[in-house]
């Protein structure tokens, strides 16, 4: 089966710090993983997907993501944190015949002026 | 264009009556999906259509939940005697397709479902 874990529930960083928001993947296969962000009262948007091509993948607003094999993790991060960050932040798998997303638990960006 | 919409955005009913939440896809998306979102369980699949049929219908939490499909676009889902625990917010997505390269998954604003 195919799952996805985020190792922090909560990061706060100070505005213009980096960002780092860690995700594990297990799978028997390679793995198709997205990174989605919600704000508040907001829907769910992609930020970015990993699809077996490049392993260092960009997406929207400054972030990206690089997929790892090796330690089976597909981590998001971004050079310097914008208040407008301020979000939750889902680490996604789709199985290998597609269909439904399986989410992480979701990781809450803080962001300090 | 238009985006996946939902209706209604809030809905407060009393345990043990029915309810039906609505989503209209964005137009041409063959595959469609309910995922539930609630402070306990996180982020849930619930069931998805590729056209009008569910092949995976395998994460409704019970037999009070149902949903269907007509003409490949609009999607109700609907929950019979209510419970509390129904609580939650219903979020629907759609996508080209739910298999290749278009299984890129766009999402509506969410149904907030209280039950009293």
């Known amino acids: 089966a195919q799952s996805v874990t985020q190792l922090d529930s909560h990061v706060s960083v100070s505005e213009g710090t980096p960002v780092l928001l860690r995700c594990n993947y297990s799978?028997?296969?390679?793995?198709?993983l997205f990174w989605y962000v919600q704000h508040p009262n907001k829907g769910l948007q992609l930020l970015l997907k990993?699809?077996?091509?490049?392993?260092l993948v960009k997406g929207i607003n400054g972030f990206e993501a690089e997929f790892k094999k090796s330690e089976t993790s597909f981590h998001l991060t971004k050079p310097s944190a914008h208040m407008s960050d301020a979000a939750e932040y889902f680490c996604v798998v789709i199985p290998n015949q597609g269909g439904k997303l399986i989410f992480g638990q979701g990781t809450e960006l803080s962001v300090k002026p | 264009g238009a985006g996946v919409s939902q209706s209604p955005s809030n809905k407060v009913t009393e345990k043990g009556k029915d309810v039906e939440l609505r989503c209209d896809p964005i137009?041409?998306?063959?595959?469609l999906y309910w995922y539930r979102q609630s402070l306990g369980q996180g982020l849930e699949f619930l069931i998805y259509f590729q056209g009008n049929s569910a092949p995976d219908k395998s994460g409704l939490p019970s037999d009070r939940f149902s949903a269907e499909r007509t003409g490949g676009s609009v999607s109700t889902l609907t929950i019979q005697r209510t419970q509390q625990e129904d609580s939650a917010v219903y979020l629907c997505?759609?996508?080209?397709?739910?298999?290749?390269?278009?299984?890129?998954?766009?999402f509506g604003p969410g149904t907030r479902l209280t039950v009293t």
């Open positions: 997505a759609s996508s080209l397709s739910a298999s290749g390269t278009h299984y890129e998954q766009y």
């Open positions: 990993y699809t077996s091509a490049a392993t």
């Open positions: 137009s041409g998306h063959t595959a």
């Open positions: 799978s028997s296969y390679s793995p198709s």
